[in-house]
């Protein structure tokens, strides 16, 4: 597909906060097919909304709400029949337009309510391919009265009684600038799940903690392949399976308090 070709009834939204460094790709991938792309700042202090606006986009201001409110704030200003939902950090992979293009020109679309994409993980320079995190499922193309549940962290889609499909297009995931952030990232995710789960009345064993961790361990490094993306997606697993440890270990220390 060219530039030249006509925009697809989908409205491209994004959330984002200092994101100028990779907002711009993710608004060009979106503009190549959306017919409008609408990205919902939080306050950045950087060239975020410049940098969106440069590669295509509407930006509009919005204090942060939490990531479930937040999402569901910029898919209420869609104009399109179908919302296609990304990350900032996110971005349309080859040949996603053309199999979008595909799904909306056939009528195909019609026959669910929700899309799912595949997920690919990139890790400081390694794409990883195996371990669960080559092709994770997401739901990203859907009807816009649609609406995230409420959720400090690992939002998703309020599903009930909807039709779900999936589509092959892929989603290219870039998740993390250094090994630091991530780290500090992993740690803020440990921190939110944990006070949600409690809020639910969730509770952990002493060896909760432990025995996730090394379950997560075993099924994604090892049985699912993840090894077999090299030595930097050991360092990946390895986050993955502290954060896994850190969230029960604060679930426990939350219901012991």
Request: aromatic fraction near 8%.
């Given at each position: 597909?060219?530039?030249?070709?006509?925009?697809?009834?989908?409205?491209?939204?994004?959330?984002?906060?200092n994101e100028g460094d990779r907002i711009g790709r993710?608004?060009?991938?979106?503009?190549?097919?959306?017919?409008?792309?609408?990205?919902?700042?939080?306050?950045?202090?950087?060239?975020?909304?410049?940098?969106?606006?440069?590669?295509?986009?509407?930006?509009?201001?919005?204090?942060?709400?939490?990531?479930?409110?937040?999402?569901?704030?910029?898919?209420?200003?869609?104009?399109?029949?179908?919302?296609?939902?990304?990350?900032?950090?996110?971005?349309?992979?080859?040949?996603?337009?053309?199999?979008?293009?595909?799904?909306?020109?056939?009528?195909?679309?019609?026959?669910?309510?929700?899309?799912?994409?595949?997920?690919?993980?990139?890790?400081?320079?390694?794409?990883?391919?195996?371990?669960?995190?080559?092709?994770?499922?997401?739901?990203?193309?859907?009807?816009?009265?649609?609406?995230?549940?409420?959720?400090?962290?690992?939002?998703?889609?309020?599903?009930?009684?909807?039709?779900?499909?999936?589509?092959?297009?892929?989603?290219?995931?870039?998740?993390?600038?250094?090994?630091?952030?991530?780290?500090?990232?992993?740690?803020?995710?440990?921190?939110?799940?944990?006070?949600?789960?409690?809020?639910?009345?969730?509770?952990?064993?002493?060896?909760?903690?432990?025995?996730?961790?090394?379950?997560?361990?075993?099924?994604?490094?090892?049985?699912?392949?993840?090894?077999?993306?090299?030595?930097?997606?050991?360092?990946?697993?390895?986050?993955?399976?502290?954060?896994?440890?850190?969230?029960?270990?604060?679930?426990r220390a939350l219901q012991r308090q």
């Amino acid at each position: 597909m060219t530039d030249a070709a006509p925009r697809l009834p989908l409205s491209g939204l994004v959330i984002a906060m200092n994101e100028g460094d990779r907002i711009g790709r993710c608004v060009a991938s979106l503009a190549k097919v959306c017919a409008e792309v609408i990205v919902l700042d939080s306050g950045s202090t950087d060239d975020t909304a410049s940098q969106a606006q440069a590669a295509g986009a509407i930006v509009r201001q919005q204090d942060w709400l939490g990531f479930s409110e937040q999402k569901n704030a910029v898919i209420a200003q869609a104009n399109q029949p179908w919302a296609l939902l990304l990350d900032a950090d996110e971005w349309l992979g080859e040949g996603a337009a053309e199999a979008l293009r595909e799904l909306l020109a056939t009528g195909a679309v019609e026959r669910a309510d929700v899309w799912k994409l595949a997920r690919r993980t990139h890790f400081l320079g390694t794409v990883l391919d195996h371990g669960g995190w080559g092709r994770e499922p997401v739901e990203r193309l859907f009807r816009p009265n649609l609406r995230y549940l409420p959720a400090q962290v690992h939002e998703r889609l309020d599903l009930r009684g909807c039709r779900v499909a999936s589509v092959r297009a892929r989603i290219e995931h870039d998740t993390a600038r250094s090994l630091a952030e991530y780290r500090a990232k992993l740690a803020r995710y440990a921190g939110l799940w944990a006070q949600q789960k409690h809020a639910e009345g969730r509770r952990a064993g002493v060896l909760a903690a432990p025995l996730h961790a090394a379950v997560h361990w075993l099924r994604n490094y090892v049985l699912r392949g993840g090894f077999l993306d090299g030595g930097t997606a050991w360092t990946y697993h390895a986050c993955h399976t502290r954060y896994v440890h850190a969230k029960y270990r604060a679930l426990r220390a939350l219901q012991r308090q």
